[in-house]
């Protein structure tokens, strides 16, 4: 198993720049593709972001494409989530997700952490 703690999360005003940080332990982080989902107030939750397990085959929601960034550091067990130009539409809990099948990162991954919180304000 993996256990994961999100961090990074805060208030933000539109235009500006956030970076979540995800640490992972527990089993060896490079077994794991990556990614993060987000729920906003009374939505469902959605994928915003994924990772290969050596940091390739990155892919992005289509509302997020060219201001989001994710990467890793399997060094240091840790999953980032670069976020720039930022829209209040954007607020929403960040969660980080992990599975050993990168197809179900998207998906039906795993394992979550507890989310960090992201606000966007106008």
């Known amino acids: 198993q993996v256990q994961l703690v999100e961090s990074g999360g805060g208030l933000v005003q539109a235009g500006g720049s956030l970076r979540l940080s995800c640490v992972a332990s527990g089993r060896t982080f490079s077994s794991y593709a990556m990614g993060w989902f987000r729920q906003a107030p009374g939505k469902e939750r959605e994928f915003v972001a994924a990772?290969?397990?050596?940091?390739?085959?990155?892919y992005y929601r289509d509302s997020v494409k060219g201001r989001f960034t994710i990467s890793r550091d399997n060094a240091k067990n840790t999953v980032y989530l670069q976020m720039n130009s930022l829209k209040p539409e954007d607020t929403a809990v960040y969660y980080c997700?992990?599975?050993?099948?990168?197809?179900?990162?998207?998906?039906?991954?795993?394992?979550w952490g507890q989310g960090t919180q992201v606000t966007v304000s106008s």
């Open positions: 990772i290969g397990r050596r940091g390739d085959n990155a």
């Open positions: 997700v992990a599975d050993e099948g990168y197809a179900k990162v998207g998906g039906g991954p795993g394992y």
